[in-house]
């Protein structure tokens, strides 16, 4: 399972994912592994790197593949930044993404189950329009940072519907607007 939060600083997807209960719920659905990418943030996971629950932690500054101990371990990474997030969404069987154009479409593009969490604290709130929309068009589930465990729980990829790029014109649509405005 990857998260991520592209270039941004987004503390509170990172503290909201900084739960045994997530850790918990995350192993009782079949997730061996949590990788996050934290970006530029500076809150730093306290309560599932200092867990006694069975997990095993790394905190690196490069993406290494991790071979897990035993298969009752719960193996989770943390870095700031990857120089291309290609490696660990083809490995990634749930992706959790701020809702960065970006990344949401890469991880749409590599046909991931994606649970989106906005960042409503954004100037004018776009990113609650990015997944809204996506979500309407059942490519996507999305939801805030306070409700991230409740989102896990309800979340069903065989409900998505797969994107085919070039049936959205979403991301050319605010490739337009960014740049045109």
Same mark, same amino acid.
């Given at each position: 399972?990857?998260?991520?939060?592209? %270039?941004?600083?987004?503390?509170?997807?990172?503290?909201?994912?900084?739960?045994?209960?997530?850790?918990?719920?995350?192993?009782?659905?079949?997730?061996?592994?949590?990788?996050?990418?934290?970006?530029?943030?500076?809150?730093?996971?306290?309560?599932?790197?200092?867990?006694?629950?069975?997990?095993?932690?790394?905190?690196?500054?490069?993406?290494?593949?991790?071979?897990?101990?035993?298969?009752?371990?719960?193996?989770?990474?943390?870095?700031?930044?990857?120089?291309?997030?290609?490696?660990?969404?083809?490995?990634?069987?749930?992706?959790?993404?701020?809702?960065?154009?970006?990344?949401?479409?890469?991880?749409?593009?590599?046909?991931?189950?994606?649970?989106?969490?906005?960042?409503?604290?954004?100037?004018?709130?776009?990113?609650?329009?990015?997944?809204? %929309?996506?979500?309407?068009?059942?490519?996507?589930?999305?939801?805030?940072?306070?409700?991230?465990?409740?989102?896990?729980?309800?979340?069903?990829?065989?409900k998505l519907v797969k994107y085919a790029q070039g049936t959205? %014109?979403?991301?050319?649509?605010?490739?337009?607007?960014?740049?045109?405005?």
């Amino acid at each position: 399972m990857f998260v991520t939060v592209g %270039t941004t600083s987004f503390d509170e997807l990172i503290e909201a994912m900084d739960s045994i209960d997530v850790i918990e719920t995350l192993k009782a659905r079949g997730y061996d592994s949590l990788f996050i990418q934290r970006g530029r943030g500076a809150y730093e996971p306290k309560h599932i790197i200092s867990s006694s629950h069975s997990c095993s932690s790394e905190i690196s500054k490069k993406f290494t593949k991790k071979k897990k101990k035993n298969e009752n371990e719960f193996v989770i990474s943390i870095v700031d930044f990857l120089p291309s997030l290609d490696k660990v969404l083809k490995e990634a069987s749930l992706v959790i993404s701020h809702a960065g154009a970006g990344s949401v479409f890469e991880a749409l593009s590599m046909n991931k189950p994606t649970l989106v969490v906005v960042n409503e604290t954004l100037m004018h709130n776009h990113q609650v329009e990015l997944a809204e %929309t996506l979500a309407d068009l059942g490519h996507v589930a999305w939801t805030k940072p306070k409700d991230i465990l409740q989102a896990l729980n309800a979340f069903d990829s065989s409900k998505l519907v797969k994107y085919a790029q070039g049936t959205c %014109t979403l991301a050319k649509d605010i490739e337009n607007f960014v740049f045109n405005s």
